[in-house]
């Protein structure tokens, strides 16, 4: 390295460093780190490998007992350090309060594992049998994009519950990047929910969503409004929208009340009423 060189690098690197000191998103990470990216996409893959073992891994049910536990701890460990980094960046609970909200939160999200299973069971059942296409639930699980966010809005939606900051974002952030399809950890859907196809789906935070709920590609659901307020938050002018139970919405479903006819059922083919539930605002219907 050449003299002029060492000198260009040196004062570059002095120069990037003020420009980041005239930015408020860097007044947290003078202290703190903010959560890996990669570790929090690494939790999300040993969550697939627990709650469907044998389609993301070599394990079988047969050594569930052994590598379950295992992975457990390890996704336990992980977590837990990610949300300890979390809310320090966050820096609205006093230190002392960090590692008991981190340990509590890590006990609640091990200890709902198995509910969401049983959920996520339900999504798979939803999607298999409302895709002609489908060959097999192992197909679903392994290869269809509205499986993989769904899974992982899940995941996200309990931390999220917990107020834990940054983490559900990520997570869902990485399906979104997957899948083309955005799901905000905030919002609440029920049962057999299925997403066909799914790009450029957008499912808003406050959005509520029934059971047995089908949605195609190209629909949002949910938007707030753009104007912000002195503390830099979106006013929550909500034009979200609420879906009640059996479902189908597609980008050509009308915006008002009333029903149409679709062909939804995978193997007999029948036509269903369909009816279409218009959200009202949050304050209104939640």
Same mark, same amino acid.
């Given at each position: 390295m050449t003299k002029d060189l060492d000198e260009v690098i040196k004062n570059t690197s002095s120069e990037l460093k003020q420009n980041c000191k005239t930015q408020d998103i860097f007044e947290k990470s003078c202290h703190n780190s903010y959560p890996s990216r990669e570790e929090v996409?690494?939790?999300?893959?040993d969550l697939r490998r627990l709650?469907?073992?044998?389609?993301?891994?070599?394990?079988?049910?047969?050594?569930?007992?052994?590598?379950?536990?295992?992975?457990?701890?390890e996704i336990s460990e992980k977590l837990n350090e990610q949300i300890v980094i979390a809310l320090r960046f966050d820096g609205s609970l006093p230190e002392e309060k960090i590692e008991e909200k981190a340990d509590r939160t890590c006990r609640l999200f091990i200890s709902k594992l198995p509910a969401l299973q049983k959920i996520?069971?339900?999504?798979?059942?939803a999607i298999y049998q409302g895709d002609p296409a489908a060959q097999s639930k192992a197909e679903v699980v392994t290869s269809y994009p509205g499986a993989l966010a769904i899974f992982v809005y899940r995941m996200?939606?309990?931390?999220?519950?917990?107020?834990i900051p940054a983490i559900p974002r990520l997570m869902t952030e990485y399906a979104h990047s997957r899948t083309g399809i955005d799901i905000n950890a905030g919002a609440v859907i029920g049962e057999y929910f299925f997403i066909d196809h799914g790009?450029?789906?957008?499912?808003?935070e406050t959005t509520v969503i029934g059971n047995h709920v089908k949605i195609y590609q190209?629909?949002?659901?949910?938007?707030?409004?753009?104007? &912000?307020?002195?503390?830099? #938050?979106?006013?929550?002018?909500?034009?979200?929208? @609420?879906?009640?139970?059996?479902?189908? &919405?597609?980008?050509?479903? #009308?915006r008002r009340n009333g029903y149409r006819r679709q @062909?939804?059922?995978?193997?007999?083919?029948?036509?269903?009423?369909?009816?279409?539930?218009?959200?009202?605002?949050?304050?209104?219907?939640?």
């Open positions: 996409i690494q939790i999300i893959k709650l469907f073992p044998g389609y993301f891994g070599n394990e079988t049910l047969s050594s569930y007992d052994d590598y379950s536990q295992n992975l457990l701890n996520l069971f339900t999504d798979v059942e996200a939606h309990v931390l999220y519950g917990e107020n790009t450029g789906i957008v499912i808003g190209g629909v949002t659901l949910g938007a707030l409004s753009t104007k &912000r307020t002195g503390t830099g #938050r979106c006013k929550e002018t909500s034009y979200n929208r @609420r879906l009640c139970n059996d479902i189908f &919405r597609s980008i050509n479903s #009308r @062909r939804c059922n995978r193997r007999q083919q029948l036509y269903y009423k369909v009816y279409f539930c218009w959200l009202q605002s949050l304050h209104e219907t939640v």
